[in-house]
Each structure stands twice: as C-alpha cells, then as structure tokens.
C-alpha cells in the first residue's frame, strides 16, 4: 500500500509550514508571496484548533499578498469534517485577494488515513474564490463536489481511496473553460468509490475542457474499463500527459490501449503499479517507447493474493 505525501509545492512555490504556539517567531517568517502556507492543527490531540491556528496567521502575515494556502490536518479530522475551516476561508477572502491556490486536508497516514478524512462541500470555495488557478482536495469520506462553473482555474486534483460517483458526475459536469491539468485518485468500492466509466462521460468527451493538456483518471479498480473507454475518448487526442497509474489495469486493459486510438502523440503514459503481464508490457514498449512517448511501467507495490483460486488485485492507495 502506498500512501500520499505532504506537498511540498503549490503554484510553484515551495510549501512551508506556519509555526506552531510555541514556536512562533513572527520576525523570522518568510515574506508573504514567497511560500505557500500549511496551516495544521494536530489531528488527534491539539490545544489550539485549526481556525485558531489561521486566526494567529492572518495576524502576522501580509494575507493580500499570500498567493497559496495548503490546509492541513485538522482537529479529529477522522470524525469532524472541515466546516469551520471552509468557513474561515470564506470569512477572510476580502484579506486574500491574491490567493491563487488552494489545497484541502494535506494529511500523510500517521495524522488521517486517507479514506478516514472527513470532507465536505468544496463547491462554496471555488465559487468564493474565482481567481483560484489550482486547487485540490485530499479524502472523499463526506466529499461532495457538485457541477461548478469556474473560469480560471488551470488545475484540479482530487486524492481518494474511494471517490464517490456523486462527486465524479459534479466534476465531469463543471465548466471549466481554462482547465489544462485535471487528476483524479477514483479510489477502490470498499472505500466508497462507486464511479462508472459513464460518470466520466463528460470528461473523456471533452467539450468543456478545450484546454486539458493533463489527465489523471487512476488509483481505481475499474483500471481496464477506463483504459477500454480511452480507446475511443476524444479528449485523448488533446492530451500530452495521461495518467492511468495506482490501478487495477492488466492485461485486459493494456491490450485496450493498444487496439485503441493512437497514442504516440503523448509525451508521457504514466502506467506504474500496474498488473500487466511481460509480453503485454513489451508491446506497450515496441509501440509506444519506440515513439518516443515516455513510458511509466514500473509495477511498484502491486502485489497479487490468492483465496480459493481468485486473484486479489489492488489500489496503491485505499485506507
């Protein structure tokens, strides 16, 4: 099993961490517009709370000229979704008219396992902040995105164990007219990600993101379906980078890329923790390798178990 790490980037600035009580020394902080800031409070046992915390910070930082704010755990953030955060946000947009990203619930596994974070609705920051370029959301427990309209975000990424149909049929159905790099984890059904390949219909079509140059659609148990349905996915053409990693892809769905519509236009296929077979990935190689296309076929920690004759395949990223 693998597990997400801490940014440590967000609108190409480097992440840095706003200190905690006993540690703050307002005179040693960076200048405002140079980092992007991780706001956290302890997840399991915190004397100061998360809106505390960003209480303390609009006090001793330029908010206006802040340009990125990476949320990171917050109090039992394993029972008590991100409210008052969002919030909090919300309350102090006047302060933050230079945000241009924004990153929800920023938890390694020793502060939330990541189908243990509880979210909530995401669609009131991205209609509060229409300036945003990148956002992004970690953990779909409560995760509810419904279909938006926004104008000038350039980058969304959603990291599950499970993603919920609901939240997938929101974000295929957002207009999203600037949108160049879209990455979504779908997760595995025993943590919620109950998506089908038709959710992603609006996505794999393509009509309203003229501009998608990035698609992540990975991390799920429905790898050979999606990769099935790509075969003929306009959107495809548009791309430079693809993303089917994390997965349950095998040989099935190898085989589907390659019958499929030509992908030697890609820059990169991105295919790690994958369970082709070796003649499978050899042919991925002879096509598309020798196309100059940069291949990612590393099969990393997918291991197999065997019960009764059935084969267990999974997710890199579940619990």
Known sequence: MSYPRHLTESCGLPVFDFPKPEDADTTRLPAADAVAWRISSDSYDSEESWTEAF????????????????????????????????????????????????????????????????????????????????????????????????????????????????????????????????????????????????DMAPILDGDRLPRLRHLGLRNSDIQDEIAGAVASAPVVARLETFDLSMGVLTDQGGAALLAGQPLTHLKKLDLHHNYLGAELRERLQEVLGAAGVTLDMDRGNADEDEDDGRIWRYVAVGE
Do not use: K
């Not at 990476?70 to 979704?81: F, H, K, L, Q, T």
């Not at 995105?145 to 959603?158: Q, W």
């Open 55 to 198: 209480a303390r910070f609009t006090d001793a930082v330029d908010t206006t000229a802040v340009r990125a704010i990476v949320v990171g755990s917050w109090e039992d953030a394993y029972d008590s979704g991100p409210e008052d955060i969002i919030s909090a946000l919300l309350d102090a947009r006047p302060r933050l008219a230079a945000l241009r990203g924004l990153f929800l619930g920023d938890m390694e596994s020793e502060e939330c396992e990541i189908s243990w974070i509880n979210q909530s609705d995401v669609g009131p920051l991205l209609d509060g902040f229409p300036e945003l370029e990148e956002f992004g959301v970690r953990g779909g427990s409560g995760l509810v995105f419904p279909a938006v309209t926004h104008r000038n975000l350039r980058s969304l990424t959603v990291e599950t164990g499970g993603l919920p149909a609901e939240a997938v049929r929101g974000v295929a159905g957002s207009d999203l007219p600037a949108l160049e790099h879209l990455d979504l984890w779908l997760g595995t059904s025993e943590y919620g990600g109950d998506a089908a390949v038709t």
